[in-house]
């Protein structure tokens, strides 16, 4: 039946009878989702199990779309078993409540009105509660499929391993799974209203499904769960940021209110009555540990999370873990979890300063002879001692990370680099510590061959055999090989690699790539610190058998082809070749292409080692993407910057891979602004970045992107074409002689044709222009977060940042947080937030002759101490370094030292 829009939630309309009409119902709270429910009616309408045998209640909380119209439309010839509720917007749990009083049925169920039911939903779970539903089991779980916005489903849900083993019934006492839906699970109607249970409005905007089912199972004292895995619930990836799973992170409750009136509730419940039950401190645990796993993201929306809450959703979390077991916590197996994000949870809210019961044997570097050892700790460092050999020694290296979440190191691991002994201990506050590894299970007081040999074992035998020895003669390996691979019927990569194998190892490729020293910017893209550290070390040291790896499909192949570079085809035979055979590899990138270029489960490890040149000055914390590199040596260029990679923080480097040396493009780029009078630096330079936000479609099979058909909608077009349009700009360039010129960011340019420019906007592309000649002529730059603000700061160009955005742009959607850097407080340029403010600090740099205010370049003087085009032989002096056991070069702080004084 269809109910009058204005009927209260009270007084239903069918009166209740002691015996059911129905054996299953269906409640579903709408709310804006007229687009979806054609899908869902549609799979309601073609159900195996006559749609007349299941009650279906239709709760719509104050749509502002088409939903009521529809719903009601589609009942009004069903009004045997659709209930059709319009009430004011309540939430979820109101609405979801509401419709409760409507059912009249043995089992309901709580679908979404924008997931899409499979065919025979219904009558997999008819046939399942006939064999089933008259004995202990009060709760079923149906298997939950991800249906994604391209039509496709996938079996990829966390929590499918309870629906491995087929249809059955689970003692949660002896399997203690979880189950967090209620869209995919059954509930006895009669167990819900004996208890008064309902959907408790507090806990939002997540975890009220999860509550319920929680509540549901205490109070019934329930233990057995079926698991239907023949019943296929598609749940609706929707993708576009529009569902509560998707767009909740930014919401103060999520951390407060859920974590107080939802996992809090349902520990404290538990814990009247005794230990918490397993499956409860596994369903707590996986709600909990992913608040932590999405800090650990690279690309996360809890960068949304308000710091205002940070205290008590630290507070609350100490609360629940005191009521939740170490056991509970350590064996925890229902979902993939980061050691870092365990070793939180488990001792980062015990209240006091926490130590390590062993440290542990991360690495051993055999070509310096030097170990790292690291432990986790919470609160003040601990006192150290190290002997080795009987003798005290001081750490080689060392750094303390900082494992940050909502605002708080909860954690702290302790990295320190050691030159390697025969015997070696550690002493912690006055306590000596065992040691451990991954290979010896017990833990030692001393480290000895006996820990070290296993691990360096494990670290050699991840080189393959047929990369290993590649300076023996070809025809020699390929006697040795040729009875093994003569028997075997080699798949075509099998032959491919046999093939690169031997070829890797004929004279001429050996002499040819011998020692190799790699250079590569992007693979498709050169003209960045690669290129001009390949060009110095040829024309400096020619004794070093440098390469330069890019696509021929590049369009700077011919331009370095005709200067004379080495190239080498990237993605070539002859690259995995030169790769296989080369001792050092320095990029400008840090992408997994260009860090593990070779497949090593058919290359194994790499044998040379790896310099990060950057792209740019890295001034946000890129910590999350970063770390897990493997990075030998990582080149900055300002104090600041090596501080906070290097020091104590969120970084897992130490001074061992992080130096100070500069850029070695700034060599050539300071060479070009010198060579340019100041007269001639007549440009205004536009150069905003990117919003990944704003990035439309992405072509299946392809990296090009549709255009985001809302992008003139966004703030961040209204302010730059507010700017670009502004005719006090153009005035202001015309009067001192400038010209505008604007740069555009790679994924801006689609968009242009539709910007209605004025002609006085000089429009210079990337692909066109080389950057350097085009900054050596500025004047002033406006910029937003882009880091070539840097490129202009080591210029002394004066800066203004266009930052319309500032509260937003730290979203999650881009790799780095919040950093070191502020812009108020070390920025090189006044921040303006709207396009006339940008204008007004403008004519203040005009009126200063194009000039960095004193203050600004004051900041820029203690920031770039490399201007003296040595950066390139700096770079080039620690790359040889890496391979003995002095690191770390003393002469640029010696210097920089004196400067100061």
């Known amino acids: 039946m269809s109910s009058d829009p204005q009927l209260r939630t009270k007084n239903p309309e069918r009166p209740m009878s002691s015996a059911p009409h129905f054996r299953f119902a269906a409640v579903f709270a709408t709310y804006n989702v007229a687009r979806f429910l054609p899908d869902l009616l549609q799979s309601l309408e073609r159900q195996t199990l006559p749609i007349e045998q299941v009650q279906l209640v239709f709760v719509d909380d104050g749509s502002t779309d088409d939903s009521y119209a529809i719903l009601s439309a589609w009942a009004a010839d069903r009004a045997s078993h659709v209930t059709v509720i319009k009430q004011e917007n309540a939430w979820v749990a109101a609405a979801r409540n509401t419709g409760m009083q409507f059912v009249d049925a043995e089992w309901v169920t709580f679908a979404d009105p924008d997931d899409v039911f499979d065919d025979r939903y219904f009558s997999e779970v008819d046939k399942f509660v006939d064999v089933h539903g008259h004995g202990t089991v009060n709760l079923l779980a149906t298997h939950q499929m991800r249906l994604l916005a391209s039509g496709a489903l996938r079996n990829t849900h966390p929590l499918r391993r309870k629906f491995a083993k087929g249809s059955r019934v689970i003692d949660l006492h002896l399997e203690p799974f979880i189950q967090l839906a209620v869209n995919s699970s059954f509930f006895r109607v009669m167990a819900i209203r004996s208890h008064a249970l309902e959907f408790d409005g507090r806990v939002r905007p997540v975890f009220e499904d999860a509550h319920f089912i929680g509540k549901y199972l205490l109070l019934t004292g329930a233990h057995h769960l079926g698991v239907l895995a023949s019943a296929k619930y598609h749940y609706r990836v929707r993708g576009d940021g529009t569902s509560l799973m998707e767009s909740h992170h930014d919401k103060p409750g999520k951390y407060t209110d859920v974590v107080e009136y939802g996992l809090l509730d349902l520990a404290e419940t538990a814990a009247s009555e005794g230990p918490l039950p397993r499956w409860l401190e596994n369903t707590l645990l996986y709600d909990l540990f992913w608040y932590f796993k999405n800090e650990r993201a690279i690309e996360s929306r809890t960068a949304l999370a308000p710091p205002h809450v940070f205290d008590r959703f630290h507070e609350l979390v100490t609360q629940l873990r005191a009521l939740i077991s170490d056991e509970a916590v ?431 906007i000089e429009v210079v592309g990337y692909a066109e222009a080389n950057v350097q000649e085009v900054l050596a002529r500025g004047s002033a730059m406006i910029t937003d977060y882009s880091s070539i603000a840097f490129e202009a700061a080591f210029l002394d160009m004066p800066l203004i940042y266009f930052q319309f955005d500032a509260e937003t742009f730290f979203d999650g959607t881009h790799v780095g947080r919040r950093g070191y850097f502020d812009y108020g407080r070390d920025g090189f340029g006044r921040v303006a937030f709207r396009a006339d403010e940008v204008i007004n600090s403008l004519r203040v740099v005009a009126e200063s002759g194009f000039r960095s205010e004193s203050r600004f370049a004051a900041r820029a003087a203690a920031s770039f101490i490399t201007r003296d085009e040595q950066n390139s032989q700096r770079v080039f002096d620690a790359m040889r370094r890496l391979d003995t056991d002095r690191r770390v070069a003393k002469p640029l702080e010696s210097k920089v030292s004196q400067d100061n004084e």
């Open 330 to 760: 350590r064996t925890f197996d229902l979902m993939g979890v980061e050691a870092a994000v365990r070793q939180a949870v488990l001792i980062g809210y015990t209240g006091k300063a926490q130590r390590p019961r062993y440290v542990r044997l991360t690495r051993v570097d055999e070509r310096t002879q030097q170990i790292r050892v690291s432990y986790w700790f919470t609160g003040d460092e601990p006192s150290e001692r190290w002997i080795v050999d009987e003798r005290d020694a001081l750490p080689l290296h060392a750094t303390t990370q900082d494992y940050v979440f909502y605002g708080r190191a909860v954690l702290r691991q302790r990295h320190v680099w050691l030159a390697r002994g025969i015997r070696s201990k550690v002493v912690l506050d006055g306590v000596q510590m065992a040691f451990g590894t991954d290979a010896v299970v017990e833990p030692e007081l001393e480290l000895t061959a006996r820990q070290l040999h296993p691990l360096i074992m494990d670290q050699r035998a991840r080189f393959l055999p047929a990369w290993d020895g590649l300076d023996r003669p070809a025809t020699r390996w390929a006697l040795s090989t040729l009875r093994r691979t003569l028997s075997a019927s080699l798949e075509k990569k099998h032959r491919a690699d046999v093939a690169l194998a031997f070829r890797a190892r004929t004279r001429t490729l050996r002499t040819r790539f011998a020692n190799a020293w790699v250079f590569m910017d992007r693979d498709n893209q050169a003209n960045d610190n690669a290129e001009h550290l390949y060009r110095w070390v040829r024309r400096h040291h020619p004794e070093i058998n440098a390469w330069f790896v890019l696509t021929k499909a590049s369009p700077d192949w011919a331009r370095l082809a005709a200067e004379g570079f080495r190239l080498i085809a990237h993605g070539t035979p002859t690259w995995r070749a030169l790769l296989l055979h080369a001792s050092h590899v320095a990029s400008s990138h840090i992408d997994a292409y260009v860090v593990q270029p070779l497949d090593p489960r058919r290359y194994g490890p790499p044998k040379y080692r790896f310099t990060w040149l950057q792209h740019g000055v890295t001034n946000y914390d890129i910590s999350r993407w970063i770390n897990p590199k493997p990075v030998d040596l990582l080149v900055v260029v300002t104090p600041q910057e090596r501080d906070a990679i290097a020091g104590p923080g969120p970084y897992s480097f130490s001074d061992r891979e992080v130096l100070l040396t500069g850029f070695p493009r700034h060599d050539e780029l300071l060479r070009k602004r010198q060579s340019v009078p100041e007269s001639d630096r007549d440009s205004i330079l536009i150069m905003p970045t990117w919003r990944k936000r704003l990035s439309g479609r992405q072509s299946r099979g392809s990296n090009e992107r549709a255009k985001n058909p809302e992008f003139f909608e966004s703030d961040y077009a209204k302010s730059w074409i507010d700017l670009l349009s502004s005719s006090e700009l153009r005035a202001l360039a015309t009067r001192e002689g400038k010209r505008i010129v604007f740069m555009p960011h790679p994924n801006l340019e689609p968009y242009l044709e539709d910007f209605d420019l004025p002609d006085e």
